[in-house]
């Protein structure tokens, strides 16, 4: 029997100089260098590798992966401790090795990739070469992978994949595609897809336009045309018709991933919240002493404590069940609250904040739109609370009676039966209430 909620000390001491690193490091680049990934920038490139030599030396380089698929086996919990400390800086991940898409897609090939496979697109992937592109949503639908239609078919010793893909994030920089497509439409609908690998230089493909989220001046996801793109029979990922697999496997632990970083942001949010807070004076008095401002500042609390032991207990089941489709729900409700949780505090930080918190001279905007992302990149929160509330059905059972089974009269009638008698023995009449 054993609930703990402490650091070891030799991680925590670790973990302080990753702290420090960040802020010192880390976060400064976040100015200076709109991505992250851009091989082509030459400050990115003056900057960011000798950061990544410093993170190497010290045992932090793409702590992501498991033993078994050539990491170091942090596990989950001890990754969700160091993931909230780079959460805060959006050029971290790649000074760590562990940005998305990357991150995920290196899941994938260390899983289901051959050893050719693997030493061509794994090992510069691992070793921050090259940037990757995860290309799956379609211009038709997103949320339901069963609609998509981008077609591969089998052309003697390749496969030709034609068709359509909406926000494939990074697809500008990257060295190669994962690209699902359909290569059986007479399975049953999740059987139908394949998984590819496709060199970013493979001819056919056409980036249509690179599509920017609202306020960002870059445009870092691509609309693309795959048309007559070939690729050599060898470069499916997992079984024909496993996309589904293969995706699941990687976007289990990409949710659980932006949850641990998103409790960094919404600290940072709620830091903020508070410093204005005990800053700022109206009416005589400092915001802090306004009952509605330590309002604010008490939900947020509450929302970010509540979500982040969500999110270390969810890592906790990872580590320990090592087994995606049994936390699958748990999984699903960090999902669900990680965008909600962000938007709100990031919100209450950007009120206190007044027309400054609303300027281009603060983060909260940034970090609203961050959260609106979050509620859709890897599965719209509406289909995260369909499978939670699926998951949380199956431990529980029907009553084939017409009263719930925690009728009071039933329970009642039932406890007199049982106890009546007992206080008879000792001379003591119960009454029914
Ligand atoms: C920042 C960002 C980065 C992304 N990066 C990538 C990437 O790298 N690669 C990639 O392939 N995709 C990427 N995506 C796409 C993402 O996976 C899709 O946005 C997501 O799957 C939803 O698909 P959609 O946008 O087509 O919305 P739709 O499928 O059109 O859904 C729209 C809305 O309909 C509602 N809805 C959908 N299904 C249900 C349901 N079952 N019940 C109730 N309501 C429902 C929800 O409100 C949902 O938001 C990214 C998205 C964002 C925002």
Redesign the pocket.
């Known amino acids: 029997m054993s609930w703990d909620f402490e650091t070891d000390e030799e991680y925590a001491s670790q973990l302080e100089w990753v702290d420090g690193f960040v802020t010192e490091f880390a976060e400064p680049l976040d100015y200076v260098i709109p991505d992250s990934m851009d091989f082509g920038n030459p400050s990115r490139q003056a900057l960011i590798p000798p950061l990544q030599d410093v993170v190497k030396e010290r045992g932090f380089w793409a702590c992501h992966l498991g033993p078994e698929l050539g990491g170091k086996g942090f596990g989950q919990v001890k990754l969700a401790l160091l993931n909230e400390i780079l959460g805060r800086s959006r050029c971290a991940p790649a000074v760590f090795g562990c940005q998305a898409?990357d991150s995920g897609n290196a899941e994938i090939i260390a899983r289901f990739g051959s050893s050719e496979l693997k030493a061509k697109y794994l090992a510069p992937l691992l070793n921050g070469q090259i940037a990757s592109?995860?290309?799956?949503?379609e211009p038709g639908?997103?949320?339901?992978p069963t609609m998509f239609v981008t077609r591969a078919e089998q052309d003697g010793d390749m496969w030709r994949i034609d068709g359509e893909?909406?926000?494939?994030?990074?697809a500008h920089r990257a060295a190669f595609l994962i690209v699902m497509a359909v290569t059986d439409p007479e399975n049953p609908p999740h059987e139908r897809a394949s998984m590819f690998i496709v060199p970013a230089e493979t001819p056919g493909i056409e980036i249509i336009r690179n599509v920017g989220?609202t306020g960002s001046s870059q445009g870092d996801?691509s609309y693309i045309r795959y048309t007559d793109v070939r690729v050599p029979l060898d470069h499916m990922l997992g079984e024909r018709g496993g996309a589904f697999r293969v995706a699941q496997s990687r976007l289990g632990g990409g949710r659980i991933h932006h949850a641990m970083r998103t409790v960094g942001v919404a600290q940072r949010a709620f830091e903020m919240l508070c410093e204005r807070a005990l800053s700022r004076q109206t009416q005589g008095e400092r915001l802090s002493k306004k009952q509605l401002v330590q309002e604010m500042i008490a939900e947020s609390w509450l929302e970010l404590e509540q979500f982040r032991l969500l999110v270390l207990r969810t890592a906790w089941k990872i580590d320990r069940y090592d087994d995606y489709q049994r936390v699958r729900g748990d999984i699903s409700a960090v999902k669900i609250l990680l965008p909600r949780v962000l938007e709100h505090i990031a919100s209450r930080a950007l009120q206190v904040h007044g027309s400054l918190g609303v300027s281009n001279e603060m983060p909260f905007i940034g970090m609203i739109t961050t959260a609106y992302?979050l509620?859709?990149?890897?599965?719209?929160?509406?289909?995260h609370k369909?499978t939670l509330a699926s998951q949380a059905l199956r431990k529980h059972t029907p009553t084939e009676d017409l009263f719930p089974t925690r009728h009071i009269p039933r329970l009642r009638a039932d406890a007199y039966r049982r106890l009546a008698p007992l206080l008879a023995e000792r001379g003591i009449q119960l009454e029914l209430g």
Do not use: I, R
């Open positions: 898409p592109c995860f290309s799956m949503t639908g997103g949320a339901d893909k909406w926000f494939s994030s990074g989220l996801h992302s509620g859709l990149a890897d599965g719209p929160t509406e289909v369909v």
